[in-house]
């Protein structure tokens, strides 16, 4: 057969493999990492009251390779692909499905490794252990070094992982499996810079070239280690924060205060309940502490538990008492809720369409998580 009818061929097989098992496992995939992007799915690891709950997920992303660069990546390894452009050699593939998780901080890396690790739904492949593209005095400040470290002379920083299904409507032999790259914001921002580029350092690249991406390599894990100081100062404040009622509510007291009328938060939902609550004209703490009575939290979860047949959220209960402002009369505290509970149903339901017709964006792109290149 001519190698362009065996390459024909094998499209029209990939095409059967796509349908059949890759977009079943990328919807099971999908699933997954929506329950892992809501902050409500981390409180378990949790440690102290004051503490926001954990949120280590900035955002997900995930794709199914391209026919052309599958055929590209089995011509030129012949020793892993013997069988070559066949649906065997699909099956030995390790991305043909591949995941992103972005963090914000280094500090989340060590949580997704952990949740990985000790995962219900998947499992890690035992022939293609994770590699972690990080340095060694890094990896052991993390507490990563079971990790297998190496490097890349761009600078690129990751940790690799491959894995498969424990369960699945797919049948066991036929499960694919599944690159999950792990980055942090700055690593992600660096690799989408540099595929933008094209520059592979090591093929015919300039020395000023690969000199460039080393200094740049350093400069952005600096960064990403500032960043992270940050973030763990911050988490330090509020573990120690002390207030008073006249003080204003801020990022570092607003955990505790919280916690003092029995509601938590995570950690990027600090931001936007600030916003809420001023909105509302719940500035200082005092201000919180008033409104968010027993009583009223009680009310609040009452009522969502009676609509909707479930709890609210905390993220939930913190929006809806801040409506609640200066409402002193029950029924109209309820009718209050119930409003807050049509609003949040009409949004969810307005990013479903978004979503069907891939159209919803996070932080100004276009959310891949849910669409295929």
């Known amino acids: 057969m001519k190698n362009s009818d ?8 990939y095409r059967r493999y796509v349908r059949e098992v890759l977009e079943p496992a990328y919807e099971e995939l999908k699933s997954l990492f929506r329950l ?11 440690s102290k009251n004051r503490l926001p709950a954990p949120s280590p997920i900035h955002h997900t992303r995930i794709r199914i390779k391209r026919p052309e660069s599958v055929v590209d990546k089995i011509i030129r390894n012949p020793a892993r692909y013997p069988a070559q452009l066949s649906r065997e050699s699909l099956k030995k593939m390790d991305d043909a499905l591949g995941g992103r ?11 997704i490794d952990r949740e990985l690790q000790h995962s219900e739904q998947l499992e890690i492949s035992r022939e293609s252990l994770p590699v972690a593209y990080l340095n060694k005095d890094l990896l052991l400040r993390l507490g990563l070094t079971h990790l297998a470290e190496q490097s890349k002379e761009s600078g690129y920083t990751a940790i690799h992982y491959v894995v498969r299904a424990r369960e699945s409507a797919i049948a066991e032999a036929e499960r694919p499996r599944i690159e999950i790259q792990v980055r942090t914001l700055v690593g ?41 100081f940050l973030y763990t100062e911050l988490s330090r404040f ?5 207030y008073e009622e006249f003080h204003p509510l801020n990022p570092e007291n607003l955990p505790a205060v919280l916690n003092e009328i029995g509601v938590s938060c995570a950690q990027k939902e600090i931001d936007i309940l600030l916003k809420i609550l001023a909105s509302r004209g719940i500035f200082l703490v005092g201000d919180l502490l008033s409104e968010g009575t027993p009583g009223r ?3 609040i979860r009452n009522v969502f538990l009676g609509h909707k047949g479930q709890l609210p959220t905390n993220f939930e209960t913190i929006a809806t008492l801040a409506t609640l402002k200066d409402i002193r009369d029950e029924n109209a505290m309820v009718e209050s809720i119930k409003a807050r509970i049509g609003l949040g149903d009409a949004w969810e339901n307005l990013k479903k369409g978004l979503l069907a017709s891939g159209l919803e964006k996070t932080g100004g ?9």
């Open 188 to 228: 992600d921002l660096w690799a989408e810079i540099e595929h933008i580029l094209g520059y592979k350092p090591g093929k015919h690249t300039s020395f000023a070239v690969r000199k460039q991406f080393q200094i740049l390599a350093s400069q952005l894990t600096t960064i990403d280690e500032h960043f992270n």
């Open 101 to 111: 998780i972005v963090v914000p901080f280094l500090s989340d890396l060590p949580l």
């Open 297 to 299: 939290i009680e009310t």
């Open 365 to 373: 792109a276009i959310d891949e998580n849910h669409i295929k290149t």
């Open 6 to 13: 065996a390459i024909r061929s094998f499209l029209n097989e």
């Open 36 to 46: 892992w992007e809501n902050p409500g799915y981390w409180s378990k690891y949790a």
């Open 238 to 242: 509020q573990e120690i924060v002390a």
